[in-house]
């Protein structure tokens, strides 16, 4: 009974959706439209939290004539904060078939350089510093240049790891250290962390400083939001039940954002400070280049000071390629510290 209520209205919809799909292509995609339906979300509970306040709280209009600075910089971070939303979701978390394009890409302007010369000089652990110049997404190279990538790849790994334990079995491409195939994208990340569905892509090498920014900012607006609420709820409880009512519901799930951003940030920055990815602590166990480490210590860590470094400083457009530590190295990391390391700053640097 009700497919054949529902027949007439879907047969006579489906002309209008058409339409949209050749005007829009991505909205013929699912998962892209998922994407945008969350991304339209976002946005508007941002213009509801913020447009509330400014439309119940008459004594903050009045304040922004007597104190305009106030509300300027309510208002540039509220802007600041979408801004810097979509430029995350926006940006590439750094795919590994981008990295193989552009290194051999590299190889065929320079082929009488040897792969060993493109290691930085300034590199103590032999990381590979591969300069990415346009992304542009390609999934055929030729024997050679994919041979080359091989023998790069190969290099970050202890000698006599098997090609076939590094290779993707979906992209069919050889995986650096802490590299993963996501399946929401259909592709390998460099350094991946973790698949943000509110962003719509993944948080991996390329990205995840924007993504560190993006919750900082976040974080502020909410609390500074929250203390708009309290101020008002303060100044004109029970003059109007029904906005008393609304301003309290949203106060309470203000507060419940609020507490998950900060757990949030708290927990991305302890990931930067050891140079770790969402990834690698909850799967330590099952990733098996990580299985042998001892659970406090962080292979890939260079300390605080160069962790922060490589973390804020160094361009998007230059992904490097980590290799696997020694076993003389991890010795290293995992001696416990004494009071001249907390005085050589052994911990930081």
């Known amino acids: ?84 939303y979509f430029i995350t979701s926006g940006s590439s978390p750094g795919y590994v078939l981008d990295a193989m394009r552009h290194a051999n890409e590299r190889n065929a302007l320079f082929p009488k350089i040897s792969t060993t010369s493109k290691q930085p000089a300034s590199s103590k652990n032999g990381n590979i510093v591969i300069t990415m110049e346009g992304s542009r997404p390609g999934r055929s190279f030729s024997g050679s240049n994919a041979t080359s990538w091989t023998k790069l790849v190969l290099d970050l790994y202890p000698p006599g790891t098997s090609i076939r334990s590094l290779t993707c079995s979906y992209c069919n491409v050889e995986q650096p250290p802490r590299a993963k195939h996501c399946h929401d994208c259909d592709r390998c990340v460099l350094q991946f962390d973790h698949h943000c569905v509110w962003l719509g892509t993944c948080v991996g090498l390329g990205n995840h400083c924007r993504f560190w920014w993006f919750i900082c900012e976040e974080t502020a607006l909410c609390l500074w939001t929250g203390v708009l609420y309290v101020a008002y709820l303060k100044a004109n409880i029970a003059l109007a039940w029904w906005k008393d009512v609304i301003m309290i519901m949203l106060l309470i799930i203000l507060a419940i954002s609020l507490i998950f951003l900060l757990l949030l940030l708290l927990f991305h920055s302890y990931l930067i400070l050891t140079n770790q990815t969402t990834y690698e602590l909850v799967r330590r166990r099952r990733i098996p280049y990580l299985r042998g480490i001892p659970e406090r210590v962080y292979p890939f860590s260079d300390g605080v000071c160069r962790n922060l470094y490589k973390f804020c400083c160094v361009k998007a457009s230059v992904y490097n390629l980590e290799r696997l530590p020694t076993a003389q190295e991890i010795e290293e990391k995992s001696r416990p510290y004494t009071c001249l390391d907390f005085l050589t700053c052994r911990c930081c640097c």
């Open 1 to 84: 009974m009700l497919s054949a209520v529902s027949r007439p209205i879907r047969d006579s919809c489906a002309p209008v959706l058409d339409r949209c799909f050749r005007l829009v292509p991505c909205l013929a995609d699912p998962a892209r439209r998922s994407s945008l339906g969350l991304k339209a979300a976002l946005v508007t509970l941002h213009l509801v939290f913020v447009g509330v306040i400014f439309l119940f709280d008459s004594e903050l209009i009045e304040k922004t004539k007597h104190e305009p600075w106030y509300i300027t910089f309510y208002l540039l971070l509220f802007v600041a904060t979408l801004v810097q």
